[in-house]
């Protein structure tokens, strides 16, 4: 007779030792990671955000308990929360192996810790077998790492243009990248001999005709020479450096100057040291923008008699608001400009604090005119000083005109005692000029109160953040062209004007390409101002702050590509799922500030006390660097960032009760606020980062791009610049991976089809192919290159130049090296 079945449970094999104990301990602290994560996701759905956080933290959680009973149920919760938070971040994140981090990474680390225990699991966790076990906390855990990875590896946000596709593009019809001057100015145009000007030469397109060095060998360049200027920052100096000059080459020699405006003149092929001349600049006046000299210019006297003193001179502005010129052979000063070799630029434009002015970019020469604006501290005070351009004779540094946008058809300058109109915009940026036009294009800011514009004036309105031409000879404007109505944002039009031939269903016209903050890429004509690609005016969000109004529409460029994130026709808006993290407490933190801001895209308004998502942040978009423009293969080549800022308005009451004072009350005392002193409100801004110190969104926080003009489409575009030198909390992350940084600066396009760019937050200096994108060459570099280089053939050789001393405020690594490079001797 066989005996009666007993009803038995499957019970787990009984477990001993100290793995039991150890495996209670980790489900209880993976109980305590999804009590944190159900604090945050709780407060993050508090305000209106995503609930995935709040629902996974209780399953951490119930999970944990469980499983430090050791109940199986415990397994199944965790297994489940995994396969959906895996579905869940690749639904928020795409392609991007960026955006999977804070959303995986954590989760792939648990997981991993739980696979260890493997051997307790299986003596604790009764039914849970060894094939399930492994693929929740194995196979699962690499398909979330494979996710984050090979993206990163081989980002899809790398798109290179068909080499053969490129091969078949016509000959572009930008052949003319020169002009004549009447008077036979220098600076007009360039050859590959030379570097006449800031970008080139007037014509601002940072371009080359040298075309020794090409796609095919630029891999071979090596460095032939370096130069170290000696100005450097000592220790305990408070006042930033700012290394952002590109240097002339005329002749056999190299023309650039030192944060602290030291003018230097160097051999171009041996970078050995021919003379310096010392600005001597008031300290006093760096307290303000800091110590930083984007550039000199070069003037060659006509009919001149040869060896005759100062027949080719060097001329600059200083940070004291002075302009200076001295003999391009000797360093020695000009005895017939002004006094001593200076003019003294302060008289007229107001009584204010030293440092609240100063004169950083180079000169524009045109028409024997030496033409300057001068930057103004930003949203400090109003009144605040005069945003005046003005223009001296080239010889003698006397004042030929001064364009003050608030007396119309009145270019002398005020009686004494008398001021310029005060709080205008200013110009502090690049400026580029048409020689055979008579023309100078002049890039505005804004009036003074940068963030409130309830005070401004008719003039004001008119002529903040626009290019302006301006007669050279003469200061009257010719036409005007204004990018930013009623500006609220800081979109100073900064980039500096690009001249080009440009094909038109009417033909070939002499047009300007201008870059902005606000993304945009305007193209007008350059004699008459009007759009050569249609500029639409497209109704945008409206303010709600008392005694501030909007501009009902804004300026696009809607048949260019954009600058807002990826350059294309499609402007990025950003959504809560944008935001991005290390881990899931800062991204949790950056989705918070996200449902807690204004934001209505493009054109957000400030509100009080509330931060307001601007993007593109204050940044840009596109900055002073500007663009390249290469005429032989008709491209645009842009180097832009992708960086919310938050911004808000603040109380005059409020800022009182603080104790935030002005630049001009007490240097260094402002709280951390944009005090506007003057104004009813002052203002908050800064980027939108994160508690580690990381963008709050996910990268590519930079791209390259190039544009083909003839078609207006993006053809390549890839991130550009890496984490090398930099990271979370400012700690270096040595990886090489194109994260894409913010950029200031740019680079330089040549004949030979090669795009050669520093600019980037990583110390390196890279060459791309101008008309695929392909990174053919890069170069490690002792400091930051925030300064476009050039390029010139001497002596049969084609050299590359770039100024690295770094920049203070982005911040890179400084230094004081001029480097050079060039292919090797045969």
């Not at 494979?146 to 798109?159: C, D």
Request: charged content about 15%; hydrophobic content about 40%.
């Amino acid at each position: 007779m066989t005996a009666p079945a007993t009803n038995r449970s499957v019970q787990a094999p009984r477990a001993s030792g100290a793995g039991p104990w150890f495996f209670s301990f980790y489900a209880l602290l993976t109980a305590l990671l999804g009590l944190a994560l159900l604090y945050w996701g709780g407060r993050l759905a508090a305000v209106g955000g995503s609930l995935y956080y709040a629902g996974m933290g209780l399953a951490l959680m119930a999970s944990g308990v469980l499983l430090a009973r050791r109940k199986a149920l415990g397994f199944w919760i965790f297994a489940a929360a995994s396969v959906l938070t895996y579905a869940w971040a690749i639904w928020e994140s795409g392609r991007n192996g960026w955006a999977y981090i804070p959303r995986l990474a954590w989760l792939i680390g648990v997981s991993v810790v739980w696979l260890a225990f493997w051997p307790v699991a299986r003596r604790v966790l009764a039914g849970v077998r060894k094939p399930v076990y492994w693929a929740v906390n194995g196979l699962l855990p690499l398909a979330m790492l494979l996710t984050i990875l090979v993206p990163i590896q081989f980002p899809s946000e790398v798109q290179l243009a068909d080499a053969g596709t490129v091969q078949q593009r016509p000959q572009a019809d930008f052949s003319r990248a020169t002009v004549k001057s009447p008077d036979g100015n220098v600076a007009a145009s360039h050859d590959e001999t030379s570097w006449t000007a800031y970008a080139g030469s007037n014509l601002g397109n940072h371009y080359s005709p040298a075309a020794q060095i090409t796609a095919a060998n630029v891999g071979q360049l090596e460095q032939v020479w370096e130069y170290h200027h000696g100005d450097v920052k000592l220790p305990g100096t408070k006042v930033a450096y700012l290394n952002e000059s590109t240097p002339l080459k005329i002749g056999e020699l190299l023309y650039t100057c030192t944060p602290r405006q030291i003018i230097v003149a160097v051999e171009a092929t041996t970078g050995k040291e021919r003379w310096r001349f010392d600005s001597r600049v008031d300290e006093a006046y760096l307290k303000g923008g800091g110590a930083n000299c984007r550039g000199v210019s070069y003037y060659q006297v006509p009919d001149a008699q040869p060896g005759a003193v100062c027949a080719r001179r060097i001329i600059w502005g200083t940070t004291d608001v002075r302009l200076g010129a001295v003999d391009a052979d000797t360093g020695t000063p000009c005895p017939g400009f002004g006094q001593n070799g200076f003019v003294d630029l302060k008289d007229g434009i107001g009584q204010f604090r030293a440092g609240s002015t100063a004169i950083t970019s180079a000169p524009v020469v045109v028409r024997g005119t030496v033409i300057t604006g001068a930057q103004v501290i930003d949203s400090d005070v109003r009144p605040a000083p005069s945003g005046v351009v003005r223009g001296y004779d080239a010889v003698t540094g006397q004042q030929r005109w001064a364009w003050d946008l608030g007396r119309p058809g009145v270019t002398t300058p005020p009686e004494p005692g008398q001021t310029y109109t005060l709080s205008t915009p200013n110009s502090w940026a690049p400026l580029s000029a048409d020689d055979e036009l008579g023309l100078v294009y002049v890039t505005t800011g804004n009036p003074a109160g940068d963030f409130f514009g309830g005070t401004r004036t008719e003039h004001d309105e008119k002529y903040g953040s626009s290019l302006v031409a301006l007669d050279a000879a003469t200061g009257l404007p010719r036409w005007h062209f204004q990018t930013v109505h009623h500006d609220m944002w800081d979109y100073d039009l900064s980039p500096q004007p690009s001249l080009v031939d440009f094909p038109t269903a009417q033909g070939v016209r002499p047009a300007v390409i201008q870059a902005t903050k606000s993304a945009q890429i305007f193209v007008l004509d350059r004699e008459t101002g009007q759009p050569l690609v249609p500029v639409t005016e497209v109704p945008v969000p409206q303010t709600d702050v008392p005694g501030e109004r909007s501009s009902a529409t804004q300026p696009m460029s809607l048949d260019m590509p954009n600058t807002m994130g990826r350059p294309g026709k499609t402007h990025e808006v950003l959504t809560e799922a944008s935001t991005w993290g290390l881990t899931p407490f800062d991204q949790i933190m950056c989705r918070i500030d996200f449902r807690k801001a204004h934001y209505e895209g493009l054109w957000t308004p400030a509100r009080v006390d509330q931060n307001s998502l601007v993007y593109p942040g204050h940044h840009g978009g596109l900055n002073w660097g500007g663009v390249m423009v290469d005429p032989k293969h008709g491209l645009l080549l842009v180097n832009n960032q992708r960086l919310p800022y938050m911004q808000s308005l603040v109380s005059r009451e409020k800022l009182d009760a603080l104790g935030a004072k002005s630049f001009q009350e007490a240097p260094g005392q402002s709280k951390g606020f944009r005090v506007q002193q003057g104004q009813a409100y002052g203002a908050t801004k800064g980027p939108w980062m994160s508690v580690l110190d990381q963008p709050c969104i996910a990268p590519p926080w930079g791209y390259i791009s190039g544009i083909d003009l003839r078609i207006r489409e993006v053809i390549w575009s890839r991130p550009f610049g890496t984490g090398y030198d930099n990271g979370p909390m400012g700690i270096p992350s040595r990886t090489q991976w194109e994260i894409g940084t913010p950029s200031d600066g740019t680079g330089v396009a040549t004949a030979g089809g090669v795009t050669i760019i520093g600019a980037a937050l990583d110390q390196f200096i890279r060459a791309f192919d101008s008309q695929t994108g392909e990174l053919l060459w890069q170069q490690r570099l002792p400091a930051g290159n925030q300064a476009a280089p050039l390029t010139y053939i001497a002596n049969g050789r084609q050299y590359v130049v770039a100024v690295v001393g770094g920049h203070d405020r982005i911040p890179t690594r400084l230094g004081d090296s001029i480097m050079a490079w060039a292919l090797p001797q045969k």
